[in-house]
T-cell receptor, first 111, second 111 residues
């Protein structure tokens, strides 16, 4: 049972553009929504996270938008750079239990 | 360096064999999580330990087992290995249950 659905599977964006990755969840008890960034040969690294009582969180060029009523959240990467090329995973957890991950999005930023 | 240490980095073994993967969590983190990452399944939760005790179980096969020792390091044992067990195995640790820190993973190849 996939509780977090992520799209698109792959994304190509030009340097300087905005990258947008979307996730949808089913479990309304989820209370923490992190995004992870993974480079080849490395483990996922926490990028940014949000709780459902906040509609937006921004850290540098990375922004999470959260729509509780639609049960959707998204990652926006502004001014995308080639160094942002990686696989991005959204995730969710309920009460600090296990993280449930989306299927991942392979992002390529063309120079 | 994330602070979570996994060994070995690579492992090649034959079908039917048994292997042990080791994880040392970040200093101060009591929770250890094991995830399996394969191309078509994303990051799948296997099992969680908290301060030596099993806390949660995911879709972990009966051929797989894990434990967490008094010094908080954890081992994942995989037995009767099959070709389909080839994957990346990640360990993560956390102090609060939110914001996991992942290790660099063990790449297991079963031939």
């Amino acid at each position: 049972q996939q509780q977090v659905k992520q799209s698109p599977q792959s994304l190509i964006v030009q340097k300087g553009g905005i990258s947008i990755i979307n996730c949808a969840y089913e479990n309304t008890a989820f209370d923490y929504f992190p995004w992870y960034q993974q480079f080849p040969g490395k483990g996922p690294a926490l990028l940014i996270a949000i709780r459902p009582d906040v509609s937006e969180k921004k850290e540098g060029r990375f922004t999470i938008s959260f729509n509780k009523s639609a049960k959707q959240f998204s990652l926006h990467i502004m001014d995308s750079q080639p160094g942002d090329s990686a696989t991005y995973f959204c995730a969710a957890t309920e009460g600090a239990q296990k993280l449930v991950f989306g299927q991942g999005t392979r992002l390529t930023i063309n120079p | 360096d994330s602070g979570v240490t996994q060994t070995p980095k690579h492992l090649i073994t034959a079908t039917g064999q048994r292997v042990t993967l080791r994880c040392s969590p970040r200093s101060g983190d009591l929770s250890v999580y094991w995830y399996q990452q394969s191309l078509d399944q994303g990051l799948q939760f296997l099992i969680q330990y908290y301060n030596g005790e099993e806390r949660a179980k995911g879709n972990i096969l009966e051929r797989f087992s894990a434990q967490q020792f008094p010094d908080l390091h954890s081992e994942l044992n995989l037995s009767s290995l099959e070709l389909g067990d080839s994957a990346l195995y990640f360990c993560a640790s956390s102090v609060s249950g939110y914001g996991y820190t992942f290790g660099s993973g063990t790449r297991l190849t079963v031939v």
